[in-house]
């Protein structure tokens, strides 16, 4: 039996579709944020993670977004990095962008608890 020049010839790769760009999730601008300050300080992903202690691939992943990290493990990453806990933090206004919470609008409290 005697293939077809259709079945013979290379077929083409399909072009990957670009994806839309999406807004960055909480767990990777507080990522972002880690690594930022990790760099700054020039400390490795491996030392920072020894310090932790944590593996250094689940640090990698923190710093990806790809994993959100505890208040615990924020807290030994700015203990081991010398900094304080909200510089791990974006700012509020880069928060807003994309969680869905309304302002609340704060009133003094009348006397009596009203």
């Known amino acids: ?56 691939a689940h640090l990698g992943q923190l710093e990806n977004g790809h994993h959100g990290a505890s208040p615990v493990i924020l807290a030994k990453i700015a203990v081991a990095l010398g900094c304080q806990i909200g510089e791990l933090f974006p700012d509020v206004a880069e928060f807003a962008e994309i969680v869905d919470v309304r302002a609340i609008e704060h009133r003094p409290r009348l006397a009596g608890g009203r």
């Open 1 to 56: 039996m005697k293939k077809s020049a259709a079945s013979t010839a290379p077929r083409k790769k399909a072009k990957p579709k670009a994806k839309a760009q999406a807004s960055p999730t909480v767990e990777e601008l507080i990522g972002l944020r880690i690594k930022e300050a990790r760099i700054a300080r020039g400390i490795s992903q491996h030392r920072l993670a020894h310090g932790i202690p944590m593996d250094r």
